[in-house]
């Protein structure tokens, strides 16, 4: 059912709120729409047909506005609550219809969740928060505090094990949420807008940790957002959802370059793409405008302003001006600063302007690809 | 008798709830008099073992017991109000009298407690219980204690057990209320968590659900502790001795002296025993950063006793 990369893979998922999801369920199956189950039936779809895997090690982001069945979605993987229709695999073994014995032991032991609102146990220090997970699964109190303080101290929380919720600020609260859901040692982490609460500038340095300790864990964790800004940042691959559907799955850089519909673009209003774009996706192929070295005399078309001269494995030798009579201009060690595919966007913006001729972009190997001339540097930046 | 008439049908049309009663409580008498003496034993076992404790304590050494105590549970202010309501008490010459009082107001207490958190917990848990329950604690709370005095004589005879009995139908409903009312307002998101990280249902209600309804909680025990008080005074006419009795037999003899000794005594009790339970309540709800055996009596003890070892291996080395 699934195949061996993929963590979790879900399959038709719906989620219908309200007392008659089997009358909603048929009219969704016979062709109705979300509007149209509502009118009749006062139904509330969450989630409409959603399908898609999640990689293992990825940081996978679903995103979208309010109500649009991204929290909703996130709480079918552990069934906080309950899907309607369809399944849900994790590492090939069907969530759904798990007996309640069994359910628990994947949430104590398969998935921690990390909460908007932080969710501590305002009774217990922070230590006793931290192990809360593993005191449920009935682990040793010596063992889960030794545990609870390794994971205190990856979230950088060393030396506040006997301080009480109240006492933390916002951002060392869900530090110590983040170390709760690590102390069991999950293989998938489940986050629910978990930094949208806090101000930007601690946002920025938890989203930053959170990149770091996956990089160190290379654990799963799907992440809950509304912010495109964080998505970009944190996410391998973002979902976004519209209406209880997903709309469209991919990297940053595919959503940005083909978004699937309206919905999706305007996510990305106002985003500075030069920052998740790279020279490779702008740079453009002109055959009339490369010459081959091994021709004598470069010829180039007329009406080509500069030509690019490579050598026979297509490594960039110069820029010729065709204006000053098709001679190669000299090699200039200086202008031939090297643009890569993979470079920002917005570091090519700089050396864009201060080039005559539009900017060569190589791979990593060296070989030319293409040119990113300035009307294409503004007219990606203008689209977005 | 006059014609049916529709403009006033109850002329006619009458049920006999009165007679109803009495002929169920005729029933109840003679078939399970057996039944009721069961539900005396546990009582009256429980309200002895409290009130011998109590009237074997002497006054003097139950004064600083309580004061250790609400030092040990609220600090050194309560212990001051503690010894002078206390010592109040036995000034006044109704010592005797208020430790009577005091172990029928622990004994409903207890029973009111054992009875009265379960069922907050089961009613937190099924609305249609709730709905069951809520008309019932209404009646228990509103209903003129004088009437169901009368059968619980008939069914229970008179003395300190039927009084412990009628004390809990009337204090038992704001600890139901309380506890119910807690329970539900623990935070959806602590809940959701607690899920998540795999919580059985008793987990649940042990290590997150209780101990957040905690104060609410003692709120319901406190007011169940200050009806119990109230109630001493009615239950007094079916024969329930302490403080009650006196206020009783003041009125009756119209000995305002009397009456006003016996009040004056359970005004204050309710002091001592109030401040007491609010104390205990605010301390669950904040967050104690010291163990409770760090502080008070206990915790002075025992750092006399830390202090005590080192200076030995000191000797020692």
Known sequence: MSRADEIISVNNIYKVFGNQPGVAMNMLTSGATKNEVFEKTGQVIGVFDASFAVKRGEIFVIMGLSGSGKSTMVRLFNRLIEPTAGQIYLNGREITGLSDKALLDVRRKEMGMVFQSFALMPHMSVLENTAFGLEISGVSEQERHSRAREALSQVGLAGQEHSYPHQLSGGMQQRVGLARALANDPAILLMDEAFSALDPLIRHEMQGELIRLQAEQKRTIIFISHDIEEAIRIGHRIAIMEGGRVVQIGTPQELINQPANDYVRTFFKGFDSSRVLKAGDVASFDPAAVCRVNAKAPQFQLGVPFGYLLNERGALLGVVDTAAAGTPAPCNQHQLQPVYTDTPLHEVLDIAASLPYPVPVLDRAGAFQGTVSKNQLLQTLSRH | ?317
């Not at chain 2, 539900?39 to 404790?53: A, K, M, S």
């Not at chain 2, 309540?281 to 760090?294: F, H, I, N, V």
Request: proline share 6%; glycine share 8%.
């Open chain 2, 1 to 317: 008798m006059s014609e049916f008439s529709l403009l006033d049908p109850f002329q006619y049309a009458t049920i006999p709830l009165g007679d109803w009663v009495e002929s169920t409580l005729k029933f109840l008498v003679h078939n399970f008099r057996d039944v009721f003496r069961a539900i005396r034993w546990p009582i009256d076992q429980v309200l002895n073992g409290i009130e011998f404790t109590l009237q074997s304590i002497p006054p003097s050494i139950g004064i600083i017991l309580s004061s250790l105590l609400g030092w040990q549970l609220a600090g050194k202010r309560m212990a001051l109000l503690s010894f002078v309501t206390l010592t109040l008490l036995g000034l006044i010459g109704v010592w005797s009298e208020s430790m009577t009082t005091l172990a029928l107001v622990l004994t409903s207490v207890f029973f009111c407690a054992v009875i009265g958190v379960p069922l907050g917990i089961v009613c937190a848990r099924s609305n249609r219980l709730e709905q069951v329950i809520r008309p019932l604690l209404d009646a228990m709370q509103t209903l003129p204690a004088f009437v169901y005095l009368v059968p619980v004589v008939m069914l229970f005879g008179i003395g300190n057990v039927p009084g412990v009995l009628v004390t809990i139908v009337f204090a038992l409903p704001p600890l139901v209320r309380l506890t119910n009312l807690g329970i539900r307002q623990v935070p959806e998101d602590k809940i959701e968590a607690a899920r998540a990280f795999g919580c059985t249902p008793r987990q649940m209600l042990t290590r997150v659900q209780l101990p957040l309804a905690t104060p609410t909680i003692m709120a319901g025990l406190n007011q169940t502790l200050m009806l119990s008080l109230s109630m001493v005074v009615i239950a007094s006419m079916i024969s329930v001795g302490g403080l009650g009795q006196m206020v009783l037999r003041g009125i009756g003899r119209l000995d305002m002296g009397l009456a006003t000794v016996g009040g004056a005594g359970l005004v204050l009790l309710a002091i001592f025993l109030d401040r007491l339970t609010q104390a205990m309540g605010a301390r669950t709800s904040a967050d104690p950063s010291l163990r409770w055996y760090q502080t008070g009596p206990v915790g002075v003890v025992l750092r006399l006793c830390d202090s005590a070892k080192p200076a030995e291996r000191r000797k020692t080395a």
